[in-house]
Every structure is written in structure tokens, then in C-alpha cells.
């Protein structure tokens, strides 16, 4: 072992190596005027000398790890030629460090640099980022340690093992041991009892901020504010309607004059015209129809026979479904329904209405495809391709179309059936049954999701339920003739009004807000009525979804049950031909007085129809 003397060891105690240095602890020292490094008062406490003694002979025994000393030599050597050349006076050098941490509470440090020793007072070295800066002459020394391993120990005197150890390991002999430690006395190795913690962030404390920011919230806080003081500021600066509803522009301006004024007025044109049009269609049905079919009855039997096109055959089917369901709806007992439905007490009387207007749109829905599917048939047996399968395809088509429209005539008569002894009631049933329907109706339409497409079906079945509803009113009033007593005719007025302004009032509401939820324009509406225009002047395409597709054969069925019985009080009493007479009479007054009212009416929509569609041309021209 080396013997030192008494300065070596006073030279030794006085000198100690410093933590991991922070940024104030590497600035916060220097040298003293006889080279000594000062430090303030926060660095760990000096080595002894025995202490650094006893660090020797340990390092001396772990010397004889000969693989260990060769790998780092090795990359001493390494990184030794790679650092060649150094940093002159007054520059920087950035020497990058490598901190490890084990996870067993020991902690490695790798430090890739180059150590340097100042001799003067203005050198300053700063290495916890390896930042290397010299004010003075800066000497390089040529055995300086490109790689440095050291291990933290839970002992007493860790500071001067770790000393030690970075001596020995990094090739200095016993013999410039002293020399060695007062070469490196200004370096910086870290401590060992020093371990790097991160900083928590401090918690919210809530008393602090409002401490802190009592200023500011003093406008917020309003519960430390005076009633008084807390009212006029309310008044002069307060919450206000315009803070919790931004400001419009003309695009919403826009928006609510269509759901106000523009959708209303053009659903209801669209609506009164498609009524008319729907109308049109019925007095065809029990004019023009019987008509065709007699002039077809005659030129195929006089002279020479032919056979029927797909049009007549057409014909023929229609009216013989409506026959088929006139006579089977002679054979039904109204008044059996009415006391069916009005003795019932489990279900109330709005909602059977509303289960037979459901069955109303299914088999509505079902008798277009029905008349398809029939049509197509007599386009078959038309064909000169005329083989059994044909006709006894056309044959169970049209059982099945007969069976189809007479269950919807049984719906419709059950409706109309329900209105009436809703009328007829005094226990406020009628509004009962308008208010459950129409909002009804309103809730699942309203609040989903449509498209243009959608909307056009939708204001159709709009149309077709209106001239349902006609067809109801005109039978309670058929009812009223034959049963009621008193002045009757002034309630049935008021009724009827009642019934329509509902239903005036419903699709106005609906429309108007579908299309402002789902942004459709009002020019929309104005499109739906050009394409029935052109329905009734028959220009339209071969794309028929366009179409209001309504099919008069039920209420036709419903209508001739429901006057039947009046007709029936106008005929005398006498011998039959008498009466045969009168029923004629009044058959053919009854045809002309339908007659001229399809007249009218076709001639009044053909002309709105050619002026609507011209009006619509010019403004598309005049738009482009």
C-alpha cells in the first residue's frame, strides 16, 4: 500500500467530488485563488482520508478484471479517435451523456467526453449537458477516458470509492496516484448518494386558485355579490337572449318565411289540385269506363267479330271488379257494423279508426301492384301468343284483384262507418278521434328523415286520404238523410268543417316542417304539381313513380253503397215496370249529372294544366 504524509491526507480530506451537478451547483462554484474548487453550502459532506484509503485497496482487487479493462480500453481507444482534434480557446463543445438507471436502485453512468482542465480562474465547466466552454488555455490531456462505468453502493463514504474507481479503471498507476486525484480534482463525477427524482406536479388546490385569481372570478362568483348590486348588473350587463342564440343571417331569414308562408301556400295548391285530379279519375271510372266498354261491346259484335286490345280488356276488368264489389257490398248490413263497432267497450273508437286507415294504406299500396300485374296480364292474352297458361294466368290475376279491392271497400265502409258514430256521439268523440290521428300522423313523419323522392309519395298519400275523407263525409251524410230527425243539417255542416280544417291544418304543419327539417325548398312543391300537370295532359314519361297513382275502384264501391238506399226512398210504389222506369230515370240523370261534372272538371284541369306548365317553361328559360 502507499504511504502518504500528513499534507497528502489534508490535501485529500479537504477535496471531495460533487453530486450530479444541476445547472446552479455547476455554475455555483469556481476556483479560489490557490486552485481550490468552493462550493456552496448544499454539497455533500468531505471525504477522510481513510476513507479514500480503503476505496484504494478495493480498487486495487478488482484491477484483476482483465476482460472488463480490455473491453474499455477498447472503446477508450475508439472514442478517443473519434475526438481527436478537441475545441480550441473559447469554444464549445457538446459532448454528449448517457444516464442509465437500473431498476434495482443502482445507477449507471456512461459519460462519452472529453475531460479538460482548466488552469486559470475564468475556465467554466458545465457537463450536465456535456457542454464544454474555455475562457482561459485549455489542456487536453492525452489519457483522458472516452468511456466511464460507475456503480452507486448504499455505503458510507460512497463519494471517494467512486473517485477511486474512476482512477483505477480508467489506467492510472499507483505512482501518479496523487498526481492523478489533483488533475481531476475539478472534474465532475457524480455522487452517489444522489438520485435524480422527477418533479410532481402540484396538485389543484381550489382555495389557492380562488386566492390567486379572486379578481377574475369575482364577476362569476355572483354569490358574494349584494342582491342589489347583483340585479343592477343583470340589468346593464346581464344574460340576454341574444348571448345564447347567435345572430341570423338572410339564409335563415329565408328559411322562416318557407316553413311560414311559401310551403303552406304551395302544399295546399298542390293538395286542392290533386284532390281535383283524383276526383277527375272517379268520374271517370263511372262515366268514360262504362261508356268505352259499350262501344267496344259494339264494334266487336257488329259485323265482323274481333278481338279486344290490352285497353279494353283493361276496361273489362276494372268494371267488372267494381260490379263484383257493389254487389257484395249490397249484401252488408250497415247497421250491424255500426253497433259492432260503437257496442264494443275494450277498444276506443279512435283507435279502430287507426287501425283501419292502416289496412286503408296497405291495401292501397297493394291494389296498385295488383292492377299492374292484371294489366299485364291482358297484355298477354291481347298478344297473338294466346295459350291456356295465359288465360288462366289472367283469370287468377283478376280473382285475386277482386278479392283485393273488395276487402279494401270493407276498410273503407268500416272507416266511414267509425266517423259517423263518432259524429253521431256527444261525448266529444269526433275530436278525440281528429286529435289521436292527426298528431299521430304528425310524430311519424315529422321527426325522420326525407328526401325529395320521399316527399312526393308522401304528399300524394296526403292526397288520397283527403278524398277518403270525402268519401266519409258524403256517406254520414247519406246517413243523416235517411235516419236523422230534427235539424240535423246545420251539426253535419259544422262537423265536416271541423273535420277539414284538421286536416287543413295537419298537413300544413307537417309539411312545413319536414321541409325545414330536411332543407327542402319550396320550389319543390311547384315540381311535384308540374309533374301532375303533366299527368293530366298525359305528356308524362314512361317513369310512372312520378304519378299520383290512385285507384278509384273502393270508393267507387263505397259511394253507390252508400247512395243506393237513397235512390231507393225516390222510387214509387206501384207495379214493377213502373218501377223499373224510375230506376232508369234517375240512373240516367244521375249518369249526365256525373257526366258534366267530368266535363268540367277535366276541361278546368287540362286548361290550369297547359297554363301552369307554360308559366313553368318561361321561368326556367328566364332563369337560364
Given amino acids: 500500500m502507499m504511504m502518504m504524509d500528513e499534507d497528502d491526507r489534508h490535501r485529500i480530506s479537504t477535496r471531495w467530488f460533487p453530486r450530479a451537478a444541476s445547472f446552479d451547483d455547476l455554475f455555483g462554484h469556481g476556483r479560489s485563488s490557490n486552485g481550490d474548487v468552493t462550493t456552496s453550502s448544499s454539497h455533500s459532506p468531505p471525504v477522510t482520508a481513510d476513507e479514500i484509503l480503503e476505496d484504494q485497496n478495493q480498487s486495487k482487487r478488482r484491477k484483476s478484471r482483465g476482460s472488463k479493462k480490455n473491453k474499455s480500453s477498447k472503446k477508450r481507444n475508439k472514442r478517443r479517435n473519434k475526438l481527436q482534434g478537441g475545441s480550441g480557446s473559447g469554444e464549445i463543445q457538446v459532448l454528449p451523456t448517457v444516464v442509465e438507471l437500473e431498476c434495482n436502485g443502482d445507477m449507471k453512468i456512461e459519460n462519452d467526453s472529453r475531460f479538460c482542465q482548466a488552469r486559470s480562474l475564468g475556465d467554466t465547466v458545465f457537463e450536465s449537458g456535456s457542454i464544454v466552454e474555455s475562457g482561459g488555455i485549455m489542456q487536453e490531456r492525452e489519457s483522458s477516458v472516452s468511456s466511464v462505468k460507475l456503480r452507486q453502493r448504499n455505503v458510507n463514504g460512497g463519494g471517494g470509492r467512486l473517485r477511486d474507481e474512476f482512477i483505477e479503471e480508467n489506467g492510472f498507476s499507483n505512482d501518479n496516484t496523487r498526481d492523478s486525484r489533483e488533475s481531476l480534482m475539478g472534474l465532475w463525477v457524480p455522487d452517489a448518494n444522489h438520485e435524480k427524482k422527477l418533479e410532481k406536479e402540484l396538485s389543484l388546490d381550489w382555495g389557492k386558485v380562488m386566492d390567486e385569481h379572486r379578481v377574475n372570478l369575482e364577476g362569476i362568483m355572483s354569490t358574494e355579490m349584494s342582491p342589489s348590486r347583483y340585479f343592477m348588473r343583470e340589468i346593464y350587463g346581464g344574460n340576454t337572449m341574444r348571448n345564447t342564440i347567435s345572430v341570423g343571417n338572410e339564409k335563415e331569414r329565408q328559411k322562416v318565411y318557407n316553413t311560414m308562408f311559401h310551403v303552406p301556400l304551395k302544399c295546399e295548391r298542390l293538395i286542392l289540385t290533386g284532390f281535383f285530379v283524383c276526383l277527375d279519375s272517379f268520374l271517370s271510372l263511372l262515366t268514360v269506363v262504362p261508356l268505352r266498354i259499350l262501344i267496344s261491346l259494339w264494334s266487336i259484335f257488329n259485323g265482323q267479330f274481333r278481338w279486344p286490345d290490352a285497353t279494353e280488356l283493361s276496361d273489362f276488368g276494372c268494371f267488372m271488379i267494381l260490379a263484383s264489389g257493389v ?43 295488383i292492377l299492374q300485374v292484371l294489366f299485364n296480364s291482358a297484355e298477354g292474352v291481347a298478344s297473338s301468343d294466346r295459350t291456356l297458361f295465359v288465360f288462366l294466368r289472367c283469370f287468377m290475376d283478376h280473382v285475386i284483384a277482386t278479392v283485393i279491392f273488395i276487402l279494401h271497400s270493407f276498410i273503407l265502409l268500416a272507416q266511414a262507418i267509425t266517423l259517423s258514430t263518432c259524429i253521431i256521439a256527444h261525448n266529444n268523440a269526433l275530436m278525440a278521434l281528429l286529435v289521436s290521428n292527426n298528431f299521430a300522423e304528425i310524430k311519424s313523419n315529422v321527426f325522420k328523415k326525407f328526401s325529395k323522392e320521399n316527399l312526393h309519395n308522401v304528399i300524394f298519400n296526403d292526397i288520397i286520404e283527403i278524398f277518403h275523407i270525402t268519401t266519409f263525409i258524403l256517406f254520414v251524410l247519406a246517413q243523416n238523410i235517411l235516419e236523422a230527425e230534427g235539424s240535423w243539417f246545420g251539426n253535419f255542416i259544422n262537423n265536416a268543417i271541423l273535420v277539414y280544417a284538421c286536416e287543413l291544418i295537419i298537413d300544413i304543419i307537417k309539411h312545413a316542417f319536414l321541409a325545414n327539417f330536411n332543407d327542402i325548398k319550396p320550389d319543390a312543391y311547384s315540381d311535384f304539381l308540374e309533374d301532375l300537370c303533366k299527368q293530366v295532359l298525359n305528356a308524362q314519361s314512361d317513369d310512372t ?35 223499373w222506369f224510375w230506376i232508369i230515370f234517375w240512373s240516367t240523370l244521375t249518369f249526365l249529372i256525373l257526366a258534366i261534372s267530368k266535363i268540367l272538371v277535366g276541361v278546368t284541369l287540362n286548361r290550369l294544366a297547359t297554363w301552369y306548365i307554360k308559366q313553368r317553361t318561361e321561368r326556367k328559360q328566364h332563369v337560364d
Fill in 327 to 369: 254487389v257484395i257490398l249490397q249484401l252488408t248490413d250497415i247497421s250491424l257494423i255500426y253497433h259492432i263497432i260503437r257496442g264494443q267497450g275494450v277498444i276506443k273508437l279512435y283507435v279502430v279508426y287507426n287501425v283501419l286507415e292502416i289496412f286503408d294504406k296497405l291495401l292501397q299500396s297493394l291494389g296498385v301492384d
Fill in 545 to 579: 313513380r312520378k304519378n299520383l297513382k290512385f285507384i278509384p275502384l273502393a270508393p267507387a264501391c263505397v259511394v253507390i253503397k252508400t247512395l243506393t238506399p237513397i235512390y231507393a226512398t225516390l222510387l214509387p210504389y206501384g207495379p214493377l215496370p213502373w218501377r
